[in-house]
């Protein structure tokens, strides 16, 4: 049975985390490969209610309160779905994992980084993504696909100055694991992008 692998996607918001994960979960199914797909935060029945609580405009929260929901919604993914697919050999996709928390609550919202980490040992106890794909674009560019779709979130809504910190905080993230991170300019062609993101999921595949 090939090794289980667990990717996570990570981006500001507008980056077209949505129709990457499309891609990829076709491609995927293409070769065979046996994939659960989740969310953070979410993915179980109560982290679901976590996510509508954390995204509500109208939520009220410490950084410190903010952070541990975050943490909780991941301790009940990793324990109701992302480990146990893993044990049986799954690969699993998530859009977001605990660089975001890095990147949203860390560098968007001043919580230490040693905080963070802290939680994310406790929760994780070691388990890391395998890969971390980093849909990168500028800010402008995600302010301006986010004001052709909905109405924002709590997130979306904060000031321009936040989400160039969640921006930083990732390229930061992205330098300080390349190993583990594949960054990719998602402002161009969408069949250029997607054959990257192909050819470095197939790199995966071989080594598993």
Do not use: C
Request: charged fraction near 25%.
């Amino acid at each position: 049975m090939s090794r289980a692998r667990f990717i996570t996607l990570e981006g500001l918001d507008g980056a077209g985390k949505t129709t990457h994960l499309t891609f990829i979960r076709n491609w995927l199914a293409a070769v065979n490969v046996d994939t659960v797909f989740t969310r953070e935060p979410g993915g179980t029945p109560l982290g679901e209610k976590l996510r509508e609580l954390l995204l509500d405009v109208d939520t009220e929260a410490t950084l410190d309160t903010e952070t541990l929901l975050m943490f909780a919604s991941r301790q009940e993914l990793l324990s109701s779905v992302i480990r146990p697919a893993l044990a049986m050999g799954r690969w699993v996709v998530s859009d977001r994992f605990t660089d975001a928390t890095f990147a949203y609550q860390g560098g968007g919202r001043g919580v230490p980084a040693k905080r963070i980490a802290q939680l994310e040992e406790w929760v994780q106890q070691g388990l890391q993504p395998d890969l971390t794909i980093l849909l990168d674009v500028p800010l402008q560019v995600s302010q301006q696909r986010l004001s052709q779709t909905r109405l924002p979130d709590r997130f979306e809504r904060e000031r321009e100055d936040f989400h160039q910190r969640v921006r930083d905080s990732y390229l930061a993230r992205a330098a300080a694991y390349p190993q583990r991170f594949f960054v990719v300019d998602a402002t161009g062609d969408i069949a250029d992008i997607q054959q990257q993101l192909a050819g470095r999921l197939a790199m995966l595949k071989a080594q598993a």
